[in-house]
């Protein structure tokens, strides 16, 4: 039984047992990974998945089950046993299912452009072959001596799901998945060992950058652990490395959220339409970008996925409502989660950027911490740089970046021209004129 038929039998069994609604997913996937140490094979893994998540709405009340044992028998069981524990639940007869007219493809197969048709034809070699090279562009790096220990990661994946729901929607997808990374530990005088890891994820395999390109941007990031060290607490200006912006803007990402703003957990309630950051930051969430690694033709629900403003000019735009908080919040329903965000660009580079600034942190990573959603109160462990007129003087550790997300979004004066692609976050480095740092 292919798994769309598989799919579509789930539904009406349930629907016989005496489920009203029902949305059925099947899935099956494969993966394939290398790692490479020291000139030799140290893991390689391949494993194969099916799996059928199921969510039903009886007797208005609601539940979510999964398996994988895809067995005829062994479903039949597990629908009798989901249907019987979902009458025991208190009713929420707002999960019912959006109109079928809200659901359906925001982008065709060709528009998203998500699976590598070459990854069925690739050999175990071809993998092999790729670990050694970028093992050997390690081995190539000038600096080799200094490397402690260098291993490398390889892998793959490819997927394929169905969606079937008794509203009538039926979905169908594929993808595929290429990555590759390096990490390095250096030794220093005085027993340190600072460590880095380079990695690069992309849906084609065409895609991911070269094995030296990869090996130097792990010695570069390694390197510039080297001597780490704190300077005294201050206000500084800062500049957000585009690879890590995604930590930042993410404090946001939680309290966008429809469940966060039912359960009176969000510092964004009631936010809507007013300013919460600079003019300078425009957020776009963008679910039919080309080979994007958050790219996708419809959401949790099932309704097409559209292009959405997030923020705008430092505007408030939109949250993230999906049908079963709109109806509980009285808000129409936008979307449930994030695909890709994508943050506008500036028309200056970092290192223009920072020519023009006297002294300034380049936080280039984070290491720990932790925000708030009700505050949007946030602290960072952070690894970064200190540069003054675009040369750099230090190289910065066991220090941390706070505040409150809205007040540092306040002091963005502008996003550089770099925009990371290797991300669900699309975004350039940021630059502000000040923000709280707490160290020596």
């Known amino acids: 039984m292919s798994i769309v038929d598989l799919a579509r039998a789930t539904v009406e069994r349930a629907r016989a047992l005496g489920a009203e609604e029902v949305s059925v997913s099947v899935s099956r996937s494969t993966e394939l990974s290398l790692m490479r140490r020291a000139g030799k094979l140290e893991q390689a893994t391949q494993a194969t998945s099916r799996g059928l998540s199921l969510s039903l709405l009886v007797d208005d009340r609601f539940s979510a089950h999964s398996t994988s044992d895809l067995r005829p028998e062994a479903l039949g069981e597990f629908l009798v046993r989901a249907v019987a524990a979902t009458r025991v639940l208190e009713p929420e007869p707002e999960r019912r299912q959006p109109p079928l007219s809200a659901c359906g493809r925001g982008a065709t197969e060709a528009e998203l452009d998500a699976f590598d048709a070459g990854h069925a034809l690739l050999p175990v070699e071809a993998r092999r072959i790729a670990a050694e090279a970028l093992e050997a562009a390690v081995d190539a790096l000038p600096n080799r001596k200094q490397v402690l220990s260098a291993t490398v990661h390889v892998g793959d994946s490819s997927d394929e799901s169905v969606r079937v729901m008794s509203n009538g929607f039926e979905g169908a997808r594929a993808g595929t998945g290429f990555g590759a990374g390096v990490e390095l530990t250096l030794e220093e005088p005085g027993g340190r060992r600072p460590e880095a890891t380079a990695w690069y994820s992309a849906l084609h395999r065409a895609d991911l950058p070269d094995s030296a390109f990869i090996a130097a941007e792990a010695w570069r990031k390694a390197a510039e652990r080297l001597g780490s060290k704190s300077i005294p607490s201050g206000r500084y200006p800062m500049l957000l490395q585009n690879h890590a912006a995604g930590r930042i803007l993410g404090v946001i990402g939680g309290p966008l959220s429809g469940s966060e703003l039912h359960q009176q957990r969000s510092f964004l309630a009631g936010r809507q339409g007013t300013r919460i950051a600079n003019p300078a930051l425009t ?158």
């Open 283 to 440: 957020i776009q969430d963008v679910p039919n970008i080309r080979r994007g690694l958050g790219s996708r033709p419809w959401d949790g629900d099932a309704l097409v996925s559209r292009p959405m403003p997030v923020i705008e000019a430092g505007v408030l735009a939109n949250y993230y409502i999906n049908t079963y908080y709109s109806r509980k919040l009285g808000m129409p329903a936008t979307t449930g989660g994030r695909s890709n965000w994508v943050v506008t660009p500036g028309a200056r580079s970092p290192e223009q950027i920072l020519r023009d600034t006297p002294k300034c942190i380049v936080v280039t990573g984070f290491l720990g911490g932790n925000s708030n959603g009700l505050t949007g109160d946030f602290s960072f462990g952070i690894q970064g740089l200190l540069v003054e007129h675009g040369e750099v003087t230090g190289h910065l550790g066991e220090m941390n970046v706070s505040g409150g997300i809205e007040e540092v979004l306040g002091h963005l004066v502008e996003p550089a021209s770099d925009v990371w692609t290797w991300s669900g976050t699309r975004s350039p480095s940021l630059f502000f004129d000040e923000v709280q740092f707490s160290g020596s």
